[in-house]
């Protein structure tokens, strides 16, 4: 059963860098896609984007200049930095398995999820 | 953000059919697949439709999901209380080259 933990700082504040790493367990990271969702509180999901194993990354376009995405396959894990944070970047942060195929794409496990708060 | 719309509310009384529709574009969900969650707050948000019509295992066949045009719906027949929940249509954008989810509409068990 695939099962994915989001772990990172609590809080951050405003200008600063957002680290978190999502660890997978239960299948490799070398198969499907792997991506960073968000919630805002009382807001909807807001998709920030994925990453292959091999590296290849897509990003939310309102998002892109400030975030990076990378991978560790040695550790089974992935991780997400957002730079230059504000409050408007409070939110709940999930990390989720992307499959695609003949179907289409989707998300599926997801994390449990991490509240991020920005403040000084 | 969102370029998905939803109702923000859904209501039925146990038993009952309730729907819910999603509104996109020709970018979207017109020429992609939709997929759609379930989300109880606290918790991971769990995948119930994707390919627009096709159950994972385990989601109960209440759940069923259409696709017309840029519009599609999601369907809970004989409601029960443990659905009361939000629930977000999700699909690819080829302009944003980008994921995309709806604005959510939560669904209260009367």
């Known amino acids: 059963q695939v099962q994915l933990q989001e772990s990172g700082p609590g809080l951050v504040k405003p200008s600063e860098t957002l680290s978190l790493t999502c660890t997978v367990s239960?299948?490799?990271?070398?198969?499907?896609?792997w991506n960073w969702i968000r919630q805002p509180p009382g807001k909807g999901l807001e998709w920030i984007g994925y990453i292959y194993y091999t590296g290849s990354t897509n990003c939310n376009p309102s998002l892109k200049s400030r975030v990076t995405i990378s991978v560790d396959t040695s550790k089974n894990q992935f991780s997400l930095k957002l730079s230059s944070v504000t409050a408007a970047d409070t939110a709940v942060y999930y990390c989720a398995r992307g499959v695609a195929d003949s179907f289409g794409s989707w998300f599926d496990p997801w994390g449990q999820g991490t509240l991020v708060a920005v403040s000084s | 953000q969102s370029v998905l719309t939803q109702p923000p509310s859904a209501s039925g009384t146990p038993g009952q059919r309730v729907a819910i529709s999603c509104s996109g574009s020709s970018s979207n969900i017109g020429s992609n697949a939709v997929n759609w969650y379930q989300h109880l707050p606290g918790t991971a948000p769990k995948l119930l439709i994707y390919g627009n019509n096709q159950r994972p295992s385990g989601v109960p066949d209440r759940f069923s999901g259409s696709k017309s045009g840029t519009s599609a719906s999601l369907a809970i027949s004989g409601l029960q209380s443990e659905d009361e929940a939000d629930y977000y249509c999700a699909a690819w954008d080829d302009s944003l080259n980008g994921y995309v989810f709806g604005t959510g509409t939560k669904v209260t068990v009367l």
């Open positions: 239960g299948d490799s990271i070398t198969s499907y896609y």
